[in-house]
């Protein structure tokens, strides 16, 4: 498994992460394709800035013309809670790839990068509460889980269980 930075060619994996009502089912349900592909745009455009980390996830023996074909994404960002910047992670993988330790070692990857980097701080996750594979990611990986609570995403108020991690402190195996 390797990860690439997003790019505008990622429109197809995109949608079928952000356009599907399973995958999205922990995130109040898909998202309309205009969106998405919106929202793709300018996830190039803060790569391109260097103001996230928004990265594919590339699994071995990936298929398609350039063997770069994405089973899901893994992003760390800056956002403003209660007027302090946090940095926040989130992950997706397709359906397909599920079940095989891609995301697990993707937040690893992710997370020993932001320890390198040293820009980030503390580092939020907050998966759905009753999105056990997600938590079980934190949990393994050394986040300390801070509580519940109920979150803004795409203008939906998701209840989520809220982790924190200081990258270069979380242990755990990258695989499961």
């Keep these: 498994m390797r990860l690439r930075d997003v790019r505008a060619g990622d429109v197809e994996a995109y949608v079928r992460m952000r356009c599907d009502p399973v995958m999205m089912a922990e995130l109040g349900g898909p998202l309309p394709q205009a969106a998405v592909e919106a929202r793709l745009r300018k996830d190039v455009a803060e790569v391109a800035a260097d103001s996230s980390w928004i990265r594919m996830i590339v699994p071995d023996g990936a298929d398609g013309a350039d063997g770069d074909e994405a089973a899901g994404t893994i992003t760390l960002w800056s956002d403003e809670e209660d007027g302090e910047t ?3 992670i989130g992950w997706m993988v397709l359906p397909e790839h599920q079940g095989r330790g891609l995301a697990k070692a993707a ?6 990068a932001a320890a390198e980097d040293g820009r980030w701080g503390e580092v939020h996750a907050n998966p759905g509460v009753t999105n056990g594979p997600s938590n079980g990611i934190c949990r393994a990986l050394g986040f300390r889980l801070l509580g519940d609570r109920d979150l803004d995403f795409s203008d939906r108020v998701l209840h989520v269980n809220h982790w924190v991690v200081t990258p270069g402190e979380h242990h755990g195996s990258g695989t499961e």
């Design 86 to 88: 946090v940095s926040e």
């Design 107 to 112: 937040v690893r990857l992710v997370l020993d």
